[in-house]
């Protein structure tokens, strides 16, 4: 009877959290454990011989929280002299730069980086308390009558003493605020005035200031939380620059749409770093030009949306005023129509796409917004009184070296 509940009960985890759940009776058992979950030897916790020796020098009083030197963690507890084992799993997830900062520390020069995030990406992500409870929940169904077991953390490969050092270096804590607060400062500077290239160096830094207060890795929900702050304090500088409202509405909601489903914490720093050069190109260009705020908000959307179906209807609807009125601005700031201003940057991002690709005219023609590609060739030779094909053997390096 306890059997059949034990295993209905790991099946039942194995399913719901998609995380393996072993029973180690023998050492053939430990061995398939090791050889499935090592990558490499410095994994002292996955080893065969360390499983076993546990197994005899264990309390079934406890359930032991460990963790390899890559921060994999695993569970491990005794029911009726039987070894069981949650896990592996990955309390916080790890980019490249923490993979290499690991590998740097630990003299690991004989597995690539890639192939180090594939095996992690083997493992669910499950924050430890949670990994705790489904044990002591698990442990509730076998032996209802006992207390809740206690939670050991032997410490067999994470060292803490590279940040202890590093903490204990900062003997002014004052200090570490005052240069976080200048590089804050330097930041928004750098926002204001447009300069990209300026602001993700600034960011790099308050990003890796306050790196020494935390493990090595983090959380999809913390980079999101970090992501959250840039957005607001690029929105606060873009304010400050003159940056319209519309405007800043748009980069800022992009990011969060992006962020907010996005699984990889690479591609999370990714866009915040492309949040940031988005802002500082719209500044840029507001410093650049003498427009009126509804024309610069109108050339941010026909920018943002030059592929989809136009209509001039929509587009003054977006922006909350009369199409006629939209009409003579545009004639008044830019001595040109909507549909002409997007005819010419429909025309503009087919150059890039003829400069820097190989994709076919029809292709091109569909991803700048217009189905017809006969069409696409009519406006293309007369905007540049040459065919696209024509354009692109000028212009696309690929192209030159195929010839």
Do not use: W
Not at 150 to 165: G, I, L
Not at 309 to 328: H, N, T, W
Not at 356 to 383: A, P
Request: proline share 1%; aromatic share 10%.
């Amino acid at each position: 009877m306890k059997n059949n509940i034990l295993k209905s009960n790991i099946e039942l985890i194995k399913s719901l959290y998609n995380i393996n759940f072993y029973k180690i009776e023998n050492s053939e058992d430990a061995m398939e454990f090791s050889k499935h979950n090592t990558i490499h030897r410095i994994q002292l916790i996955f080893n065969s011989d360390a499983i076993l020796t546990m197994k005899n020098n264990m309390s079934k009083d406890y359930i032991y929280l460990l963790a390899d030197i890559f921060n994999i963690s695993i569970i491990v507890f005794l029911i009726d002299e039987e070894l069981y084992i949650l896990g592996p799993f990955t309390p916080l997830l790890h980019t490249r730069e923490d993979a290499n900062q690991i590998f740097r520390e630990n003299n690991i020069d004989d597995l690539s980086i890639s192939d180090y995030l594939r095996y992690r990406n083997l493992f669910p992500t499950i924050n430890e308390d949670l990994a705790i409870h489904i044990v002591n929940s698990f442990l509730k169904q076998i032996e209802a009558d006992k207390a809740t077991r206690k939670v050991k953390r032997p410490n067999f490969s994470y060292n803490n003493a590279n940040y202890d050092n590093y903490e204990s270096s900062r003997d002014n804590y004052v200090d570490l605020l005052q240069i976080r607060y200048e590089n804050e400062n330097l930041f928004m500077d750098s926002i204001i005035r447009g300069d990209s290239a300026s602001a993700l160096k600034y960011l790099g830094k308050m990003q890796k200031d306050v790196s020494y207060v935390k493990k090595i890795g983090s959380t999809l929900e913390n980079e999101r939380i970090g992501n959250a702050i840039t957005r607001t304090t690029l929105r606060l500088a873009s304010q400050k620059a003159g940056l319209s409202a519309y405007i800043i509405d748009q980069i800022s909601s992009k990011n969060t749409r992006r962020t907010f489903s996005e699984k990889n914490i690479d591609k999370i720093l990714e866009y915040k770093k492309e949040m940031v050069i988005e802002f500082c190109d719209a500044i840029q260009k507001l410093h650049k030009n003498n427009y009126s705020s509804i024309i610069n908000n109108c050339l941010k959307y026909l920018e943002d949306h030059y592929y989809e179906d136009f209509y001039l209807d929509l587009l003054a609807d977006e922006m909350s005023i009369s199409k006629s009125y939209l009409l003579k601005l545009f004639k008044k700031e830019l001595g040109t129509s909507p549909t002409k201003y997007l005819r010419k940057l429909r025309i503009q991002k087919a150059c890039q796409l003829l400069e820097t690709t190989t994709n076919s005219i029809q292709e091109i023609s569909e991803d700048i917004g217009i189905v017809d590609s006969n069409y696409f060739v009519k406006l293309f030779k007369r905007e540049k009184e040459m065919t696209p094909s024509q354009y692109r053997k000028a212009h696309n390096s690929t192209t030159k070296k195929l010839i």
